[in-house]
C-alpha cells in the first residue's frame, strides 16, 4: 500500500510540474501565426469548419522547450478568447525547441464557422488528448 501511495504522490506531482511548465511556456515562447486558408473537413462523416495558419514558434528561454503532445498543444483564438483545438499539426512544430525557430502549418477546426475569427496561436497545457507517457 505504501508503494502504491509513493507512486500515485509522485505521479501526481509530476503531472503537475508539467501543466505548471507548459503554462509557464506562454513566458518563453513567441508564436508567429499567418492565416493561410479557411475551408471545410468532413472528420468521420462529420462536417467541420477549419482555419489553417504558416507558424513560426521562437524560443526566448536559454534552456530547451519540449513541444510535445505530452506537456501540451497549440490552440488558435480569437479576440474573445474563444479557443480552437488543431486537428493536424505540421511535424516540424513539434519536438524539442532550442535556440533554432521551428517552422509549419497548423489547422483548427470548429462546429461552426467561428473558428474563421480565430486570429492567434498559442502553447496550452489544456489539451484534449494529452498523450501519456510510456512507463
Keep these: 500500500m505504501k508503494k502504491l501511495t509513493k507512486v500515485l504522490l509522485s505521479s501526481f506531482v509530476l503531472f503537475s510540474f508539467s501543466s505548471l511548465a507548459a503554462e509557464d511556456l506562454h513566458n518563453k515562447l513567441t508564436i508567429q501565426a499567418i492565416p493561410s486558408s479557411e475551408g471545410t473537413v468532413v472528420v468521420e462523416g ?11 514558434v521562437y524560443s526566448k ?23 480552437f483545438d488543431a486537428r493536424m499539426v505540421q511535424a516540424d512544430l513539434l519536438g524539442t525547441l532550442k535556440a533554432r525557430a521551428k517552422e509549419g ?6 462546429n461552426d464557422a467561428s473558428v474563421y475569427n480565430a486570429k492567434f496561436v498559442k502553447w496550452s497545457s489544456r489539451c484534449p488528448n494529452l498523450a501519456e507517457r510510456p512507463q
Excluded at 46 to 56: D, I, L
Excluded at 105 to 110: A, D, K, R
Design 46 to 56: 462529420k462536417p467541420m469548419y477549419e482555419k489553417t495558419f504558416n507558424v513560426v
Design 61 to 83: 528561454a536559454k534552456e530547451p522547450i519540449e513541444l510535445t503532445g505530452f506537456v501540451g498543444c497549440y490552440k488558435a483564438f480569437d479576440e474573445k478568447g474563444k479557443e
Design 105 to 110: 502549418e497548423i489547422s483548427f477546426v470548429s
